[in-house]
Structures are given as C-alpha cells and as structure tokens.
C-alpha cells in the first residue's frame, strides 16, 4: 500500500528522532531522488524544548531550500539556503532572570520587548527595546525610556542583554518576530555539508554559536561591553 505525505514524514520523524535520540517533526514541500528519495525541498526539522547551558529554547527549528543526503561512509547531508529558528518563552526566560537575581526583568511583548528594572522591589525604570546584533552579541538597545515615571532623554545610554550565546561571525540575524510571551529568531548562513554520524546537533549548534561552551556563566554577571 502507498504511504501519502504524513505517512512517509511520521516514518522520516520516527527514524531521525531515534538516530539523533529527540523528538523530531519533519516536513518538506516536495522529494526527489530513484529509487529512494534523497533530496527534500523546502525542508523543516522542528525540536521542541530545547535545554540550554544559557537559556531553554521553547523551539528550535532548522530550514533549507534543498537538503541532500549524499550516501557513503559516513553518509553526509548539504543544506542550501540553511537557516534556523529559535523561540524563546517567557516562562524560560522568567526563570533565567530569577536564577541570576537580575535587577531587570524582560516582558517579550506583541509589538516588542520592554526591560523593567527595580531597585529594593520599586520599579526605577522602564524601556521600550529593539534587538539589535553587535560583534555577535545579542544587545536590547532602548528605543524610548522612563525613570521613576518621567521621560528620559538618556534612553540612549541604557543597554541591557538577551542571555543567548554570541553567534559566529558567518550568522546573520535576518529576521525577528514578536508574540505575546514569546520571540522568534530567523538566522541565516552559507550553504554547508555535515556528517551524518554521532555529536551531530553539538557541531550544527556550534556552526551558529560556536563559543556556547567556552564562555563561562559569570558572563552573567559582568556581560561584555558592546
């Protein structure tokens, strides 16, 4: 009998989820390849839940325009186009600030992220951020402030951090998208090849975030200038 669409990618999303020991989803708009399929076009591989040294994911997804399995030993896959998303929670991201005790608190907002800050439990300040990018690092820069409930022409002055790891100098941050309690971060970078074999999701991680696991938690504390 003849496996439909669903039925071919429930099979695909059962075979890498036990290869790479994670719930997977799976889809693509069309295959291609005799006697087996090997290329897949508009590819979507989708994690839920992803932990984190630095902040829990809500969501991790990777995209290509084409991905190709090149069979050998070991079997390699090419992604043209490649690009990933991450959602991060407001939940995840609640707990993160607790654990550090951050005089600040991030509310991801439908039109943007607002940072309130406190002092001794009274709130000092508030500001309304845009997420900007600076040598790698994830900056929130004020796009308009208040302190103690007046305007503040220094907004400009006030910088604080999105606790996600630097990225390589290769990634680019091609798109942002604002939700009530959650963001969604669309990263791109060049066309690469990757082993099929063990430690594969470490070393696409690290294609985007190479320093993840160098740079120590203190980076909490003192976070670099930008």
């Not at 991060?88 to 600030?97: K, Y």
């Not at 409930?149 to 006030?158: C, K, Q, R």
């Not at 941050?173 to 430690?199: C, K, Q």
């Given at each position: 009998?003849?496996?439909?669409?669903?039925?071919?990618?429930?099979?695909?999303?059962?075979?890498?989820?036990?290869?790479?020991?994670?719930?997977?989803?799976?889809?693509?708009?069309?295959?291609?390849?005799?006697?087996?399929?090997?290329?897949f076009y508009d590819a979507h591989l989708e994690f839920q839940g992803v932990a984190t040294a630095w902040l829990n994911l809500e969501q991790v997804a990777w995209e290509a325009s084409e991905a190709r399995f090149?069979?050998?030993?070991?079997?390699?896959?090419?992604?043209?186009?490649?690009?990933?998303?991450?959602?991060?929670?407001?939940?995840?991201?609640?707990?993160?600030?607790?654990?550090?005790?951050?005089?600040?608190?991030?509310?991801?907002?439908?039109?943007?992220?607002?940072?309130?800050?406190?002092?001794?439990?009274?709130?000092?300040?508030?500001?309304?951020?845009?997420?900007?990018?600076?040598?790698?690092?994830?900056?929130?820069?004020?796009?308009?402030?208040?302190?103690?409930?007046?305007?503040?022409?220094?907004?400009?002055?006030?910088?604080?951090?999105?606790?996600?790891?630097?990225?390589?100098?290769?990634?680019?941050?091609?798109?942002?998208?604002?939700?009530?309690?959650?963001?969604?971060?669309?990263?791109?970078?060049?066309?690469?090849?990757?082993?099929?074999?063990?430690?594969?999701?470490?070393?696409?991680?690290?294609?985007?975030?190479?320093?993840?696991?160098q740079l120590s938690e203190s980076w909490t504390a003192n976070p670099p200038a930008g």
């Open positions: 009998m003849a496996m439909d669409n669903r039925t071919r990618s429930d099979v695909i999303d059962q075979l890498i989820g036990s290869y790479l020991k994670v719930p997977v989803s799976v889809r693509w708009s069309r295959v291609s390849g005799v006697p087996f399929p090997d290329t090149i069979p050998g030993f070991p079997a390699r896959f090419s992604l043209t186009n490649p690009a990933v998303v991450i959602g991060v929670g407001q939940a995840e991201l609640d707990r993160w600030m607790s654990r550090f005790q951050m005089p600040y608190r991030i509310e991801l907002g439908e039109d943007g992220l607002i940072v309130h800050t406190r002092i001794a439990g009274f709130p000092v300040a508030e500001f309304e951020t845009k997420l900007e990018v600076v040598r790698g690092w994830f900056i929130l820069q004020p796009k308009r402030a208040s302190i103690l409930g007046v305007p503040a022409y220094v907004a400009s002055l006030f910088r604080t951090y999105l606790p996600l790891p630097p990225l390589s100098s290769e990634t680019k941050l091609t798109g942002i998208e604002h939700g009530a309690g959650v963001i969604r971060l669309r990263f791109t970078l060049g066309d690469f090849e990757e082993e099929v074999s063990p430690g594969i999701l470490n070393r696409l991680r690290k294609r985007f975030f190479p320093l993840a696991d």
